[in-house]
């Protein structure tokens, strides 16, 4: 299984600069762009953390998808971006990653006014589950990777859910350090969301997708996007909600987009 034979090369005693290979630095600049903008110190923090990300989180192919070292590497940089600065596991909730070729099935279920729960079935790119798990479409991780400045990235996009859950609630508030870091990044999201919000009703394009209007959970994923994406123009639109972001990820992308 390739998963696991990442694993051993990565997961050892060795260092991870020792084993890193070329060919996948040169896969991650082909198929992953955003990697080749990456300061070289950034890059080889990133390496450290794919290393830990694959050692702790498997990988596994369904709908007849065969799994490559090329998928693993892909989706792990993105994902491990998020956390690049972050100490221990890179995701401690999270213990599988399944690719799917292309969209996937999905059961939703509703409640009704009335109270009744209905289900059916949705057709996803990508879902993050309370039960430790990220599927995504693999056509899309690339989609989303080769574009870089779209603000358009499924993998981020789910990767933050995960993020945001940490602290128990996918609430568009992940764990943060202290109760007046939540008090601040409360303040903060909240008019933004309530501006994002009019300005979607009104029908005005922003750089934020208006998807993230979904609910808050959902703007913290865009927002996400946005931030690594579209660093420039999202500090320009909401440079108090683009600061938080960039407390929190420990990471200034306006550095390396230009």
Not at 33 to 43: I, T, V
Not at 100 to 120: L, N
Not at 144 to 158: M, P, Q, S, Y
Not at 159 to 181: K, N, V
Request: net charge negative; proline share 4%; charged share 25%.
């Amino acid at each position: 299984m390739i998963w696991e034979k990442l694993k051993a090369l990565l997961g050892g005693e060795t260092k991870v600069a020792e084993v890193f290979q070329e060919e996948w630095i040169a896969l991650l600049k082909q198929n992953v762009p955003l990697y080749a903008q990456l300061p070289e110190e950034l890059r080889l923090r990133l390496h450290e953390r794919i290393a830990q990300f694959i050692s702790t989180v498997r990988f596994e192919g369904c709908g007849g998808l065969e799994l490559t070292e090329a998928m693993i590497l892909t989706v792990a940089a993105q994902a491990c971006l998020l956390v690049v600065h972050r100490e221990g596991k890179p995701y401690p909730l999270l213990s599988a990653v399944y690719l799917y070729p292309t969209t996937f099935s999905s059961v939703r279920k509703r409640m009704g006014a009335s109270g009744i729960i209905t289900e059916g079935e949705v057709r996803r790119l990508g879902e993050s589950s309370v039960w430790g798990t990220v599927v995504l479409a693999w056509d899309s991780v690339t989609q989303g990777a080769r574009h870089i400045d779209d603000g358009d990235n499924v993998t981020f996009h789910e990767f933050a859910h995960q993020l945001d859950r940490e602290d128990g609630t996918t609430d568009g508030a992940p764990a943060l350090a202290s109760g007046a870091a939540y008090r601040t990044w409360s303040r903060v999201f909240h008019a933004n969301y309530a501006d994002f919000l009019q300005q979607t009703e009104e029908g005005r394009k922003t750089v934020l997708d208006a998807y993230g209007a979904t609910n808050p959970a959902e703007f913290f994923a865009v927002a996400t996007e946005t931030f690594f994406e579209k660093p420039q123009q999202l500090y320009a639109e909401r440079p108090d909600m683009y600061a938080e972001l960039m407390k929190y990820y420990h990471l200034d992308p306006r550095e390396w987009m230009g």
